[in-house]
């Protein structure tokens, strides 16, 4: 962010001081305030000041009902916030919302770096094919989510009919409304949670392209030479893959890490769409809308969004304590 | 593709030997690779594919024939039926998709006349304040959208804006202004300074400057800023639901479509139809805006 930029030659020379004349590059700086006026004052209304409102919000007791008749300011209360933390819903959802963070961003990570690396090599059609790969990023979400569901149907879904006719499942699979199922492999018996991973895997589906789209951009600035000097030394591809490409990657996949967090611990729609947070999905996002709407207690959903940040904030920060240095080299 | 005569001049006594690592390793990623691009292909175009095969096909059929991977009949009254008008027994998309339609545009158009300033800004001008803007446009992203949603929620219910889709388009304008800014700043500072100076000495204002010279340049960014813009707001669904929820006149596609899934009068096949129609418009726009951006990203060369 550094630009050296050239020191811009006065407009007047100083010797003759007229306060109406400004030198350009106050005339600059007046100009750039006012063109981004605009952006300022739509950010700050939408979206700082219902931050501070939130903020406000969580330490009162609101209900939807009231709004009208009340203002802004009212009583103060903790009830919201020891509400959140001793209500045992919470911690059930705070724990999926962990635990699907987590699998989600690895997941989708995972797979957009190996359609990167299989997709790197020139081939005919790979153009049309690199567009195929962006699909399920792009269409909207409400679309496929409901593609899916019918996909994953166990009347009439396509899934269960290949299935039950190819892998000879007897009962069909009830993929996004089972909480668990017994799965005994070598006679062991596993609890499944059906729906949970379900919906995991339709998080890697439609997030991997994000994944994939910045580490197909990293390795074409990867320099050539640095894969033939390799070559000739004699590293296969694995070697190659281990010691020159994967620490060029290194720092994007960081950024990756971070962002793919941020958004599947924030996301809403995808659980919402697929399972309405039923069956051992609910995340603490798909819990406040609850709040709101369902029951209408403003102050509870203001806590609840107000702790899941936090959450979010603290895990963010332990990140760039120990990884921080990684997201440094990305920029 | 030179790979093979590099090895064959570089390893002469190795490669005599056939099944070394290397060759193993080459071959073995040869295939996994192709194996992979297939089930990629498969996975991710599946679904569309099978999105457009249901919809033209009626569901007695599709519970009859579940596995059945091309449509034995092509059926368009699902099409019909979803697009008729309630009031003529039909499910109104129409509607949703002209309410799509007029959000999306309005949030591009503000977008874009918001973003445009902000971003030559942001690129070209110094001034006091610069940094911790770009700072403020990051944190946009890192807060949920359900944590806007409770305060905008109670503030438009209390100002009575919510139900109209003006809020819903001020909603937009401000989750779509940082990525716009920030993918118009990248192309402003691609237009050389000397260009811009060159005007500035020929008397040109500095809004003169960007009228005539920046914008120009950066057309081929605008459209794509925009259609990427457009995409956002015909796709979202968070805010469409808390707003527009309650009066089905006002309903986009999206949330149309969400708020009808769960009803079991409607035919899932009519529903598949009203699914292509919301896909459709952003898989011909993504294709677009997929030739645009390249074309964006080389033109702009300074000559002489």
């Not at chain 1, 004349?21 to 209304?45: F, M």
């Amino acid at each position: 962010m550094t630009r050296s930029t050239p020191t811009r030659p006065a407009g007047r020379s100083p010797t003759r001081p007229s306060p109406r004349v400004r030198t350009l590059a106050q005339r600059d700086a007046r100009a750039g305030q006012t063109l981004l006026a605009p952006t300022l004052v739509v950010i700050v209304l939408v979206i700082v000041v219902p931050i501070a409102w939130t903020i406000v919000l969580a330490f009162q007791d609101l209900r939807l009902i009231d709004i009208r008749r009340r203002g802004l300011m009212g009583d103060f209360t903790l009830d919201n916030l020891t509400g959140v933390f001793s209500s045992p819903g919470f911690y059930n959802a705070l724990t999926t919302t962990l635990l699907y963070s987590m699998v989600g961003t690895v997941t989708s990570i995972g797979l957009g770096l190996v359609a990167a690396l299989a997709l790197r090599g020139w081939f005919r059609g790979r153009a049309v094919v690199r567009g195929f790969m962006l699909l399920p990023y792009v269409a909207p979400v409400v679309a496929v989510t409901f593609v899916w569901q019918t996909m994953l149907n166990p009347q009439f879904g396509i899934i269960n009919e290949i299935g039950a006719s190819v892998f000879g499942w007897t009962n069909p699979i009830a993929f996004l409304t089972q909480r668990s199922a017994e799965v005994s492999i070598f006679e062991l018996e596993f609890d499944v949670p059906v729906a949970l991973l379900t919906v995991m895997a339709f998080q890697a589906w439609r997030y991997f392209p994000f994944a994939f789209l910045f580490l197909t951009a990293r390795m074409t600035a990867i320099p050539a030479e640095l894969e033939e000097a390799a070559r000739i030394d004699g590293a296969t591809p694995t070697q190659r893959f281990r010691h020159v490409i994967w620490p060029q990657l290194l720092p994007v996949i960081a950024l990756l890490t971070v962002l793919r967090f941020i958004f599947t611990f924030n996301e809403f729609d995808d659980i919402y769409l697929l399972t309405g947070g039923g069956a051992g999905t609910e995340v603490v996002s798909v819990r406040i809308y609850e709040l709101l709407t369902a029951r209408g207690d403003i102050g509870a959903a203001s806590a609840q969004a107000l702790v899941l940040s936090l959450v979010l904030v603290i895990l963010l920060g332990i990140y760039f304590r120990f990884f921080g240095r990684h997201l440094q080299d990305a920029r | 593709m030179t790979r093979t005569d590099q090895s064959r001049l570089t390893v002469p006594t190795p490669a005599r030997r056939r099944w070394n690592r290397d060759a193993v390793e080459t071959r073995v990623f040869r295939v996994l690779g192709w194996m992979v691009i297939a089930v990629l292909v498969l996975v991710t175009a599946f679904p569309l594919y099978y999105m457009v095969m249901l919809s033209l096909r009626s569901l007695d059929q599709v519970v009859l024939r579940p596995g059945l991977l091309w449509p034995a009949e092509f059926d368009v009254s699902t099409y019909v039926s979803v697009l008729t008008s309630v009031a003529d027994g039909g499910q109104g998309f129409l509607v949703f998709l002209r309410n799509s339609f007029v959000i999306a545009v309005l949030t591009v158009a503000v977008t874009l006349l918001a973003a445009v300033p902000g971003a030559y800004a942001i690129s070209r001008l110094r001034f006091a304040g610069r940094r911790q803007v770009s700072a403020l446009f990051l944190a946009v992203y890192l807060f949920p959208a359900i944590l806007l949603a409770v305060p905008l929620f109670v503030f438009f219910a209390g100002i009575g804006l919510r139900g109209s889709l003006v809020g819903l388009v001020i909603v937009y304008v401000a989750q779509t202004v940082p990525i716009s800014i920030y993918m118009l700043r990248n192309y402003f500072e691609t237009v050389p300074v000397s260009l811009e100076e060159s005007a500035a000495i020929d008397g040109c204002s500095r809004f003169q400057i960007i009228r005539w010279i920046s914008l120009p340049l950066a057309l081929p960014a605008l459209m794509s800023t925009a259609l990427y813009v457009f995409m956002i707001a015909w796709n979202e669904f968070l805010f469409a639901l808390l707003f527009l929820a309650e009066d089905r006149d006002r309903w986009t596609v999206s949330l149309g479509l969400s708020q009808l899934a769960g009803s079991i009068e409607i035919p899932t096949t009519v529903l598949m139809a009203g699914s292509v129609l919301l896909t459709l418009p952003i898989i011909g726009i993504f294709f677009l805006a997929e030739r645009l951006l390249v074309e964006g990203l080389t033109s702009g060369a300074e000559k002489g």
